[in-house]
């Protein structure tokens, strides 16, 4: 996965997930200090987690609780990877509404105010992380953003509409931050994942849907969350520094791009 974060700080947002423990001990095993952050709600379980990451890993995690749409609550959780680790270098937005989408249903029986909410948390809510996280990186004199999208924005899965949408407009977003942050230093891109076998996929998918996925694939076995960290490990590095506004796929060659 390389080995250059050592000393880097980053800001991992949707910290409690089986995905989001997944990037965190990888990021900190590589030497990163980590301040993660989830609701409020979830604070227990994410002191628990950056504990443990802490305890076997090169570099430290901190847990903070925030609301990605609340611009009050970034601003603090920036504070504190300056106050705890003196800055910020890296942002991986991982946070978004998956788990509790709810069974699929199609685009006519969703309503505005379900529409409204994944797209206020998993687009704006990126937008503002990234907003939130640019001056403490432009102090840096660079840095690197990762969202965290989905392949759903290319296979249309059907019965999730406003997921679909959402994260295709994440990809938008990553370029369009690409352009305008690459003069100061700061790459910005995507990874975007195949049907992770976790406990938020098994919450709105069934078992026959799951192992259907696995014969969709190049290497037909189930996906897991640690088949994403190498990627979100290297784009948070510096060798990864000349790449900017690309979305890189990791599903297992489901997905051609």
């Known amino acids: 996965m390389g080995a250059d974060l050592a000393g880097k700080v980053v800001l991992l947002t949707g910290a409690t997930g089986d995905i989001g423990i997944a990037y965190i001990m990888a990021l900190t095993e590589q030497g ?9 709600s979830f604070s227990e379980t994410g002191r628990e987690i950056a504990d443990k990451a802490t305890a076997q890993g090169a570099g430290q995690a901190v847990f903070a609780g925030c609301d990605i749409t609340s611009d009050e609550d970034l601003q603090r959780v920036v504070d504190v990877a300056g106050d705890r680790f ?18 699929k249903r199609t685009l006519t029986e969703l309503t505005n105010d379900e529409w409204d909410l994944v797209l206020r948390v998993n687009v704006r809510g990126c937008w503002q992380s990234i907003r939130a996280a640019v001056p403490a990186m432009r102090e840096r004199g660079g840095g690197r953003i990762v969202n965290i999208a989905s392949v759903v924005s290319r296979t249309g899965a059907a019965g999730f509409a406003h997921y679909v949408a959402s994260k ?9 931050a690409a352009r305008e942050l690459g003069p100061e230093g700061i790459a910005v891109n995507a990874v975007s994942p195949g049907l992770v076998d976790d406990a938020a996929t098994r919450d709105i998918n069934d078992a026959n849907y799951l192992e259907r996925m696995k014969s969709t694939r190049s290497v037909p076995r189930s996906m897991d969350p640690e088949d994403l960290v190498g990627a979100v490990v290297w784009l948070c590095g510096d060798g990864s520094g000349f790449v900017t506004g690309q979305t890189l796929v990791v599903d297992g060659g489901g997905v051609f791009v």
Do not use: F
Not at 168 to 176: F, I, M
């Open 32 to 40: 990163a200090n980590v301040v993660a952050t989830d609701l409020e």
């Open 86 to 103: 003196g800055g910020l270098d890296c942002l991986v937005n991982n946070a978004a509404i998956y788990r509790t989408l709810g069974p």
């Open 168 to 176: 295709a407009a994440v990809e938008g977003l990553t370029r369009a």
